[in-house]
């Protein structure tokens, strides 16, 4: 049974950085991709990035929203994706999926999500 | 790159169909057949409805079907259920190497 399992949100303050994990179990880990999702309080999903398997050259893309402040990265050896969150702002407050995306586009699995609040 | 645009919300009595429109352009929605759906209950995750326009996962109901024409897709669900009532996002693969979602539509069983 495949299961993604993130950690690592809390309480933040403004500028501050704080790295979720993302922890796979029930497929090969570095067969796939790995992407992140976040979903503000009351409001819709947003795409955050998504990092490529190696053998696709581990590469990473980003939404404008986060590039440059977040980093995506993986270890596929502990099955493991990491989003690493630098300067943190307000409006970066959300709860973060961490979600399998396919070839074909869509997202097929999708953890629990993980709490991260923005606040002074 | 913009959300996609979705009604807010829809409406419709148990037994009845609704459709949920996914408006997007020729760089994502109109240009990719990688057009998804998903169902989210209240403090849940999303769930995967639909994925390359009209594609049910194994265990999605066959009262979920998706279409698409041209920059719109659509979300039809016929025989309304109370378990229906949810919100529902569409997602799109884009010319960006990204991915672009639907603002949501809240779906309510009368």
């Known amino acids: 049974e495949v299961q993604l399992v993130e950690s690592g949100g809390g309480l933040v303050q403004p500028g501050r950085s704080l790295r979720l994990s993302c922890t796979a179990s029930?497929?090969?880990?570095?067969?796939?991709?790995m992407s992140w999702v976040r979903q503000a309080p009351g409001k819709g999903l947003e795409w955050v990035g998504f990092?490529?398997?190696?053998?696709?050259?581990?590469?990473?893309e980003y939404a404008a929203s986060v590039k440059g402040r977040f980093t995506i990265s993986r270890d596929d050896s502990k099955s493991i994706a990491y989003l690493q969150m630098n300067s943190l702002k307000t409006e970066d407050t959300a709860v973060y999926y961490c979600?399998?995306?396919?070839?074909?586009?869509?997202?097929?699995?999708w953890g629990q999500g993980t709490l991260v609040t923005v606040s002074s | 790159q913009s959300a996609l645009t979705q009604p807010a919300s829809v409406s419709g009595s148990p037994g009845q169909s609704i459709t949920i429109s996914c408006t997007g352009t020729?760089?994502?929605?109109?240009?990719?057949?990688?057009v998804s759906w998903y169902q989210q209950h209240p403090g849940k995750a999303p769930k995967l409805m639909i994925y390359?326009?009209?594609n049910r996962p194994s265990g999605v109901s066959n009262r979920f079907s998706g279409s698409k024409s041209g920059n719109t897709a659509s979300l039809t669900i016929s025989g309304l259920q109370a378990e229906d009532e949810a919100d529902y996002y569409c997602?799109?693969?884009?010319?960006?190497?990204?991915?672009?979602f639907g603002g949501g539509t809240k779906l309510t069983v009368l």
């Open positions: 979600t399998r995306p396919l070839g074909t586009g869509e997202f097929d699995y």
């Open positions: 029930g497929f090969t880990f570095g067969d796939y991709a």
């Open positions: 990092i490529r398997s190696k053998a696709y050259g581990g590469t990473t």
């Open positions: 020729s760089s994502d929605v109109g240009g990719y057949n990688y």
């Open positions: 390359e326009v009209s």
């Open positions: 997602s799109s693969y884009t010319s960006s190497s990204s991915w672009v």
